[in-house]
């Protein structure tokens, strides 16, 4: 696998009157092709600002930005704005022109780029069949749900069929439900078309769900890199352990012999759905017993966890499983 960004050193400054304030510092990041590589932090911390250099939309103050082995700050600007079409944005607040219809949204980017008119439409037409709204052409943006702007967004992002997808904060503004079934479509993008995707949040179930590797950003440097399994199941810096564990290390303990025996009888092997638990609930687990098995696409078997002492978790947990449709039972003496 190639690296297809590179950042090097990179920092950027902001003048304040007669002071500048450092939004990143000593930035180095490599993002491998084809990967769904994940940056993360809070509030304030320099993601949305280090997105954004990635295509040099924001011109770094020092440092160098790599796209393709290609350093984008010394390119003309014609050369640059060639290099941007194969470096696409997604946005939280969709950014969709209000007064065009959803295919005309969509066949935006393919005008500024000159495409024939029934190259565009045909294009066009087949991106809103890969995000599932080929039944919503003529419609306006005013007329769609907020997960259906956000596809449109993502249809219109992929027009001019770009080697990277920068999505910034692209979930944060839908509901629960809707923000797994875009990155659901955003999984599917990348294994069909082999795009990498950047993903920009402030939520770990964002990076959990999606992700192959994960940056941790926070005063305006990288705390911690490497596989989000790997930092979700341990981070070694204090950024990352308050992302992870929001509420504070936990001192859990696993007295009681109360287990939870879970059956997979025939959902999606590729929904999360012990890692979505432990996130949406906040609850710490103990994996003891699992026999499951991907058959095409479907999980089959079961999984018995125990919990702490605590009885509130027992009831959340016990409860966020049943409300899933999941089939579950309380089992004793199972440790």
């Known amino acids: 696998m190639s690296t297809i960004l590179r950042l090097e050193h990179l920092k950027k400054d902001y003048a304040v009157g007669k002071d500048s ?8 990041l490599e993002i491998e092709s084809g990967e769904i590589f994940g940056i ?7 993601k949305s600002t280090l997105v954004r250099c990635l295509n040099l939309l924001e011109k770094p103050t020092e440092g160098h930005v790599y796209f393709e082995d290609r350093d984008l700050a010394k390119l003309s600007t014609k050369e640059l ?14 950014n969709l022109l209000m007064q065009r219809n959803v295919l005309k949204n969509v066949m935006f980017p393919m005008e500024i780029a000159k495409v024939p008119r029934e190259e565009r439409k045909k ?38 069929n770009p080697k990277v997808l920068l999505c910034d904060e692209a979930t944060s503004a839908l509901d629960p439900t809707t923000t797994r079934e875009v990155l659901e479509l955003l999984k599917d993008i990348n294994q069909k078309l082999g795009i990498t995707i950047v993903i920009i949040t402030h ?3 964002v990076i959990e769900s999606i992700c192959n590797r994960v940056a941790i950003i926070a005063d305006s440097r990288i705390a911690e890199i490497g596989p989000v399994r790997e930092i ?28 939870i025996r879970i059956v997979f009888d025939g959902r999606s092997s590729f929904e999360p759905v012990i890692a979505n638990m432990i996130l949406d609930c906040k609850v710490p687990v103990n994996i ?9 696409g479907t999980a089959t078997g079961e999984m018995v966890i125990q919990l702490s002492e605590d009885e509130k978790d027992y009831e959340k947990v016990f ?15 199972y440790v």
């Open 319 to 333: 409860a966020y499983l049943k409300a899933r449709n999941l089939t579950v039972e309380e089992v004793r003496d």
């Open 123 to 160: 294009r066009a037409m087949e991106l809103l069949e890969l995000v599932g709204l080929s039944d919503k052409a003529k419609v306006y943006p005013a007329q769609l749900s907020g997960g259906q702007k956000q596809r449109v967004a993502i249809a219109r992002a992929l027009a001019n």
């Open 21 to 28: 304030i450092t939004a990143l510092s000593d930035i180095n």
């Open 81 to 94: 704005n060639v290099a941007r079409q194969s470096i696409s944005m997604i946005f939280q607040q969709f």
């Open 203 to 205: 939520e770990m179930m």
């Open 232 to 259: 979700f199941a341990k981070p070694s810096t204090q950024a990352g352990r308050k992302l992870v564990y929001p509420d504070g290390d936990r001192d859990v303990h696993f007295g009681n012999r109360r287990c």
């Open 288 to 296: 003891i017993y699992a026999n499951s098995k991907n058959i095409n």
């Open 40 to 46: 993360i932090g809070a509030s304030g911390a320099g």
